[in-house]
């Protein structure tokens, strides 16, 4: 006796497609293919520089608070500190950022921005823009700015580290994580 034929219908309904992934309900998942797909744009349009994401926060994060130590460096960027050393020392010998003593503690160094290193900032800026855009490219202006701030909220909270009074120096700060 011949076994009845499976109709195609029933064997494309008997398979999940991407739409019915149960991962697609977990936000951690979701965070983590978007944050991957959102660092391989601007790495893309970071190409041209010579830098990738984890160097361009490097000169963003020594931008914005006029000097910042290593040790603060891994706090900021969520990294072990043993591996910010290759990044520093990397833009170090670009000569985009300067290594200095710190003025009250002689065991830390503090990184700097070169002129050179503010002027491949700039260029950065410009770049990482592009690239979260066409990352971003399926949302409107409104979406971004509302997931941003969801974001933003959820890192300041989940990152202490993150959030500096304004006036107050980071080192003045002890920022390692926990």
Do not use: W
């Not at 990738?52 to 000097?67: I, K, M, N, T």
């Not at 891994?74 to 020392?89: N, Q």
């Amino acid at each position: 006796m011949n076994k009845p034929a499976v109709a195609a219908h029933d064997i494309m309904m008997s398979v999940r497609t991407p739409s019915h992934l149960r991962l697609l309900d977990e936000v951690g998942f979701l965070l983590s293919r978007v944050a991957a797909t959102t660092v391989a744009s601007v790495n893309d349009e970071l190409a041209d520089l010579d830098i990738r994401v984890r160097e361009y926060s490097v000169l963003s994060l020594a931008s914005d608070l006029g000097g910042v130590s290593q040790r603060q460096l891994a706090a900021l960027l969520g990294m072990d500190p043993s591996r910010v050393v290759p990044l520093v020392l990397r833009l170090e010998q670009r000569g985009l950022i300067n290594r200095s003593p710190h003025p009250q503690d002689r065991r830390l160094n503090v990184v700097s921005l070169t002129v050179e290193g503010t002027a491949l900032l700039r260029a950065g800026q410009e770049a990482a823009a592009r690239g979260e855009r066409a990352a971003m490219s399926e949302l409107s202006e409104s979406d971004l700015q509302l997931i941003r701030s969801m974001l933003q909220k959820l890192a300041l909270n989940h990152n202490p580290e993150l959030t500096v009074p304004e006036g107050t120096p980071l080192e003045a700060r002890d920022v390692t994580p926990s």
